[in-house]
C-alpha cells in the first residue's frame, strides 16, 4: 500500500484548455500509468479457468446456457427464469433490496458479469463454482422452486438434441421417471421421500443432468463481457499518449480517484480491472434483522462442506488435487463472522440498491457509512463469536465525499445493444 500512496502522491495538476472550455490534466509518470493500467478493463485477464466444468469455454454449452438462462419455464409457475432477477438492462441485477421470484429471497441479487472472476459464489461464498452456483436458485423455494426431476424432464423434453450433443446421451432408463414423479433431495417432505426411493443410479443419472445445466449456464455467463467505462478511456488514452479534452476526466472525478487510491485506501479491497480481490469483509453494515442475524460466511462454510456439486464432489471435472481452495477452505475464525464477499465497483452507479440486503439506497450512504463506520451489530446468542471488523473512519469533507461518487460513476460502462448475449436468444 505504501507504493500506491507514493504513487498517487506523485501526480502534479496542470490545466488544458480545449473547445473553448477549461479542462482538467494530471502530469503522470510512468509509474503512475502503469499502476493505473492495472485497473483498466483493457488489461483484465480471461476468466478464471475452471478445473471442475471442462465445458466452461464450450461455444455450444455457452449457447444452450443462453436458452437457459432466459427460460421461465424452468420454474414451478413458468414465469421465473435466471433473467428475472439478473436483467440485462439493469447490469445483470434487479434493482430491489431483496430479490423477488416466487417468494422474496433472503439476499438482493448481485450483478453475475464478474463472476467468472471469482472462485466463490453468492454473498457469502457457499458455492465454489459458477455451475454450482447456477443450480442453487433452481431449487430454492422462494426462487424457481423447481426439483432435480423437473430440470431433467424439462431438458429432455426440450434440449434432448444440443444436451446430447455437447455433453452426453440422457439414459432412457429416467425417462419415465423424472416425467412421473417430483422428487429432489432439498425439497419438501413428499420430495425427500420420493427421491429416496430412486435407485442409486437413478439418482445419479438425474444429477447428471442437473450438473450439466449448471455448466451450460456457466459456460454463458463466461461470455458476457462490458464495454470500456470513461474510467477505461482516461486510464487508455493515458498509456497511449492520447490524452485529450474529449477523453479526460474532470477534476472532481480525478481527485476521486485519488482519494479512492490514496488516504480513503478503498483500493485495498476493489482492486484490479474489476475493483473487487474477491475476498470477504465485515464492514459492519446495518444489520436486516436482529432477531435473525446473518452470519454470512461464516454459515456458508458448512455449506460448502455439505454441498454435493462441488470441486471436490462426484460431478466435477477436476481431479481432488486441483481443488485448491476447496482443499485448503478456512473453516473457523472471528474474520468470517458477518463477512460478506467484496463486491466488484463496476456500473456501480447503475446497481443501486448497496450492500447484501440493500442496506444503502444511494451512493452518498455508503460512502457516508464508510467516513464513519458503525462497529458490527453483535448479539453474543446468536454470534458464535464477536465480528471482526475491517474498516476504520474515513473522515472526509463534504467534497471529498463528493469527489469519491464522482469518481465512482466514471465506471459505468455503456450497455452494448448489439452484444446478443445479453439479449434473449431468438429461438
Known amino acids: 500500500m505504501r507504493k500506491v500512496l507514493y504513487i498517487i502522491g506523485s501526480i502534479a495538476y496542470a490545466s488544458l484548455i480545449g473547445c473553448g472550455e477549461q479542462k482538467v490534466e494530471h502530469d503522470y509518470s510512468n509509474a503512475d500509468i502503469q499502476f493505473l493500467s492495472n485497473l483498466s478493463l483493457t488489461n483484465l485477464s480471461a476468466p478464471l479457468e475452471s478445473e471442475s466444468n471442462q465445458y466452461s469455454d464450450s461455444l455450444?454449452?455457452?449457447?444452450?446456457?443462453?436458452?437457459?438462462?432466459?427460460?421461465?419455464?424452468?420454474?414451478?409457475?413458468?414465469?421465473?427464469?435466471?433473467?428475472?432477477?439478473?436483467?440485462?438492462?439493469?447490469?445483470?441485477?434487479?434493482?430491489?433490496?431483496?430479490?423477488?421470484?416466487?417468494?422474496?429471497?433472503?439476499?438482493?441479487?448481485?450483478?453475475?458479469?464478474?463472476?467468472?472472476?471469482?472462485?466463490?459464489?453468492?454473498?457469502?461464498?457457499?458455492?465454489?463454482?459458477?455451475?454450482?452456483?447456477?443450480?442453487?436458485?433452481?431449487?430454492?423455494?422462494?426462487?424457481?422452486?423447481?426439483?432435480?426431476?423437473?430440470?431433467?424432464?424439462?431438458?429432455?423434453?426440450?434440449?434432448?438434441?444440443?444436451?446430447?450433443?455437447?455433453?452426453?446421451?440422457?439414459?432412457?432408463?429416467?425417462?419415465?421417471?423424472?416425467?412421473?414423479?417430483?422428487?429432489?433431495?432439498?425439497?419438501?417432505t413428499r420430495q425427500k421421500s420420493l427421491w429416496r426411493k430412486l435407485l442409486p443410479e437413478q439418482q445419479k443419472a438425474i444429477n447428471q443432468v442437473f450438473a450439466n445445466v449448471g455448466k451450460a449456464l456457466m459456460a454463458y455467463q463466461r461470455q458476457l463481457k462490458m464495454q470500456p467505462a470513461k474510467f477505461d478511456g482516461f486510464v487508455d488514452a493515458l498509456s497511449t499518449n492520447s490524452l485529450t479534452s474529449s477523453n479526460v476526466l474532470s477534476n472532481s472525478e480525478q481527485n476521486g480517484m485519488r482519494l479512492f487510491l490514496g488516504r480513503a485506501n478503498c483500493v485495498s479491497c476493489h482492486n484490479g480491472p474489476l475493483f473487487s480481490n474477491f475476498e470477504f469483509h465485515n464492514i459492519g453494515a446495518p444489520e436486516s434483522d436482529k432477531q435473525q442475524v446473518d452470519l454470512g460466511r461464516f454459515s456458508a462454510i458448512s455449506a460448502l462442506v455439505n454441498d454435493e456439486f462441488t470441486c471436490l464432489s462426484e460431478y466435477s471435472d477436476a481431479e481432488p488435487e486441483n481443488c485448491m481452495e476447496m482443499r485448503f477452505l478456512k473453516k473457523k475464525g472471528p474474520e468470517l463472522v458477518g463477512a460478506f464477499k467484496t463486491p466488484s465497483l463496476r456500473n456501480i452507479g447503475k446497481t443501486a440498491p448497496y450492500m447484501q440486503t440493500g442496506q444503502f439506497d444511494t451512493l452518498e450512504q455508503v460512502i457516508s457509512h464508510y467516513d464513519m463506520p458503525t462497529p458490527p451489530y453483535y448479539n453474543r446468542l446468536q454470534h458464535p463469536s464477536r465480528p471482526h471488523f475491517d474498516i476504520l473512519p474515513l473522515k472526509l469533507s463534504e467534497q471529498e465525499k463528493a469527489d469519491l461518487i464522482s469518481f465512482l460513476q466514471t465506471l459505468t460502462s455503456p450497455i452494448d445493444s448489439d452484444d446478443l448475449w445479453w439479449q434473449a436468444p431468438l429461438e
Not at 67 to 91: E, I, M, W
Not at 117 to 124: A, K, P, R, T, Y
Not at 154 to 166: A, G, L, V
Open 60 to 188: 455450444a454449452a455457452a449457447k444452450m446456457g443462453h436458452r437457459l438462462f432466459f427460460d421461465s419455464d424452468l420454474s414451478s409457475n413458468g414465469s421465473v427464469s435466471c433473467a428475472t432477477c439478473h436483467q440485462p438492462a439493469k447490469y445483470f441485477t434487479d434493482g430491489l433490496k431483496r430479490s423477488v421470484a416466487i417468494g422474496m429471497v433472503k439476499r438482493n441479487a448481485p450483478s453475475v458479469l464478474p463472476s467468472a472472476w471469482s472462485h466463490w459464489q453468492f454473498w457469502d461464498g457457499r458455492k465454489d463454482s459458477l455451475w454450482s452456483q447456477a443450480l442453487g436458485p433452481f431449487e430454492d423455494p422462494s426462487e424457481h422452486n423447481f426439483s432435480r426431476t423437473k430440470v431433467a424432464n424439462h431438458i429432455i423434453k426440450n434440449y434432448r438434441e444440443p444436451y446430447e450433443e455437447t455433453f452426453t446421451v440422457i439414459p432412457e432408463s429416467i425417462y419415465s421417471i423424472v416425467q412421473e414423479i417430483d422428487a429432489t433431495p432439498l425439497g419438501t
